[in-house]
Each structure stands twice: as structure tokens, then as C-alpha cells.
T-cell receptor, first 119, second 109 residues
């Protein structure tokens, strides 16, 4: 089946530093990728939609200058948490949409997640 | 209330059937999904159903959709210990998903 990877799987950083998280679709092309944030024992909250070759679309309340998204190729999207603070600590999950089968067979595959801890 | 609601916890004995319920408010979604999340891991797509279907069966999994009541359910037959996880229902179109809070399923011997 389709595989989406994320790197790193977990990261600890100091407050004020920036952290980059990579999301890759390994065996399919993804024109669209999504970034979610999950707090402990809560659901996933969509942060932004990443479109290859164009600007990301951010959900209401998500700071685009703080969470920089780049989707430079059909298999890679990156999320950079700039000037991270302890409240940014969370589980970040990406997903990639495989549209190769056409709109009726749209399927979304999730990465394993990246656990970020900001000290 | 939340747009997608699930009960938070379900305990089931090994070998019994599990039924996880989900209610929603937005009926415009094209697809309705069930995902499984094991501790510390991402989400695994279990199954999905088109909004114009009432039922879908996939091996041990049966999805029922009641569009009138805006109710989605997932039945797991012959529940095994490996089925212990958090199950999320999600609704969406064009890949943009809205998730419920998840139901933690605990399978006891």
C-alpha cells in the first residue's frame, strides 16, 4: 500500500529555535498534502493544506508566519515551526492525497507523525 | 457541540463484536472514513464509505451509514487484542478531513 514517511519522528528543541519536519510520499505523487496537529487525547486539527507549486492554505487561527509550509515537489512537503515555544509542543501528522485513481478513488494516507517537544 | 462526535471509550471482550458510533452535523461530505491509531503512531486508514452508500463490508469490518440521522458506525467482528487502539471517524471532500475526538477501544481477554 501507499506509504507516507515523516522525518524526524521526534525532536526536542530549545525555545526560540526553528524546527523543520519533512513529509514524503514514497510510492505515489501527491499534489496535495495536509498538516495536522494532535494534542494528547484529542483529535487531529487540520492546520493547513499544502499544494505543490503554490502557497499553502491555512485554517483559521493558524499563523502562517509561524508554521511555514513548502511543497516544492510532488513527493515532499515541509513544515517549519519558527521560533518555537513550549506551547508548540505537540504531535504533528501529515497526510498525502493520492489522486492517481481520479476523484472517485481519492484516498488520503497519513504519516507516522512527529512528536515535537520545545523546552 | 462538536461537528463530529464520538463516544470516548469502549471496552469489549476478545471474540465479541465492537460497535463504534459517530454522529456528525455536516452532510455535504463526499466520503466518510474510519481510521485507527495505535499508541505513538500515525493514522491507518481502515475503511471508507461514499456518502451515497448505506453499508460497506470489508472482512471483519462493517460500516453503516444512516444519512437521515447523520450517524456512522463501525462494527468489528470477532474483536482481537490487536484491535485495541483509538478509532477516529472523519468526514471530508477533496482530502480535507474533519475528525471526531476518537474512541479508545480496549479489548480484554
Amino acid at each position: 500500500g501507499a506509504v507516507v514517511s515523516q522525518h524526524p519522528s521526534r525532536v526536542i528543541c530549545k525555545s526560540g529555535t526553528s524546527v523543520k519536519i519533512e513529509c514524503r510520499s514514497l510510492d505515489f505523487q501527491a499534489t496535495t498534502m495536509f498538516w495536522y496537529r494532535q494534542f494528547p487525547k484529542q483529535s487531529l486539527m487540520l492546520m493547513a493544506t499544502s499544494n505543490e507549486g503554490s502557497k499553502a492554505t491555512y485554517e483559521q487561527g493558524v499563523e502562517k508566519d509561524k508554521f511555514l509550509i513548502n511543497h516544492a515537489s510532488l513527493t515532499l512537503s515541509t513544515l517549519t515551526v519558527t521560533s518555537a515555544h513550549p506551547e508548540d509542543s505537540s504531535f504533528y501528522i501529515c497526510s498525502a492525497r493520492d489522486s492517481s485513481g481520479g476523484a472517485l478513488r481519492e484516498t488520503q494516507y497519513f504519516g507516522p507523525g512527529t512528536r515535537l517537544l520545545v523546552l | 457541540g462538536e461537528d463530529v462526535e464520538q463516544s470516548l471509550f469502549l471496552s469489549v471482550r476478545e471474540g465479541d463484536s465492537s460497535v463504534i458510533n459517530c454522529t456528525y452535523t455536516d452532510s455535504s461530505s463526499t466520503y466518510l472514513y474510519w481510521y485507527k491509531q495505535e499508541p505513538g503512531a500515525g493514522l491507518q486508514l481502515l475503511t471508507y464509505i461514499f456518502s451515497n452508500m448505506d453499508m460497506k463490508q470489508d472482512q471483519r469490518l462493517t460500516v453503516l451509514l444512516n444519512k437521515k440521522d447523520k450517524h456512522l458506525s463501525l462494527r468489528i467482528a470477532d474483536t482481537q487484542t490487536g484491535d485495541s487502539a483509538i478509532y477516529f471517524c472523519a468526514l471530508g471532500s477533496w482530502g480535507k478531513l474533519q475528525f471526531g475526538a476518537g474512541t479508545q477501544v480496549v479489548v480484554t481477554p
